[in-house]
């Protein structure tokens, strides 16, 4: 078995077609999981405090319960799908400007809330 000593030693040269497909892996992640919080947290949110104050319900078990429920509910998969298109086709812009505004922002500002509403349970 032959080794190259010259090619081990070289370093590896920057590719930007790698790059290109490592943002694109990462612009999907991104938008999965911003639409996936913002389908749970914009209609769930109401839904769960409409139910707690029907139901005199106290505490975290009833939070949980209530946004455990609306995961399996229909409307919250159309709503996450929604919210997954639209940051997907936002983030294909040719626009940077838009891209940034349509894309970066709310994804970003989305995953740092998540971000924070978990680490403070």
């Known amino acids: 078995m032959t080794v190259n000593r010259v090619a081990l030693a070289m370093p590896l040269a920057y590719n930007p077609a790698h790059h290109q497909r490592d943002m694109d892996y990462s612009k999907g992640i991104l938008s999965g999981f911003a639409a996936i919080f913002l389908a749970e947290c914009v209609p769930g949110s109401w839904l769960v405090f409409r139910d707690i ?69």
């Open 53 to 121: 104050s029907r139901e005199k319900a106290t505490g975290l078990v009833a939070l949980a319960g209530g946004l455990a429920e609306s995961v399996f509910s229909p409307p919250f998969w159309l709503l996450a799908v929604l919210f997954f298109a639209l940051f997907y086709a936002a983030s294909r812009l040719r626009n940077n400007l838009l891209r940034v505004f349509l894309f970066w922002i709310p994804t970003l500002t989305v995953a740092v809330f998540c971000i924070a509403v978990v680490a403070l349970f």
